[in-house]
């Protein structure tokens, strides 16, 4: 039995999303812990942040993305912590490492 304020169908579509969410995030955190470590060529080219909570009684939380481009041209965002972001700037050039979608490092090329 679910105890909520809401109807049994709301507390039924809450479950599924907590469900999917574990889900989810299992099956990424294995598809990166299986990729291969890459190190490529790349320029930080975007920084975006998402703010997410904070209304009422809850906190609120940040999350940091930047966007790689490749030699190739093609781009990839990942998440990266706060102290990360900021010591990237756009227009950056150096080794992107990264294992899936997972980042895992930039060592900053010197002009």
């Not at 809401?6 to 039924?12: A, E, L």
């Not at 479950?15 to 999917?20: F, K, L, N, Q, T």
């Not at 041209?73 to 997972?102: A, C, H, P, W």
Request: with cysteine; hydrophobic share 35%; glycine share 10%.
């Amino acid at each position: 039995m679910c105890i909520c304020f809401y109807s049994n169908h709301f507390c039924y579509s809450y479950r599924r999303a907590i469900i999917y969410a574990i889900v989810s995030g299992i099956s990424t955190w294995n598809k990166n812990n299986n990729s291969p470590i890459l190190e490529v060529e790349s320029k930080v080219v975007t920084k975006r942040m998402e703010i997410s909570g904070g209304s009422g009684d809850s906190s609120a939380h940040t999350s940091y993305y930047v966007t790689f481009e490749v030699v190739s041209g093609d781009r990839l965002e990942l998440m990266v912590n706060g102290q990360q972001y900021g010591q990237l700037v756009e227009g950056d050039s150096g080794i992107l490492k990264f294992q899936g979608t997972r980042y895992l490092g930039f060592a900053r090329s010197v002009a």
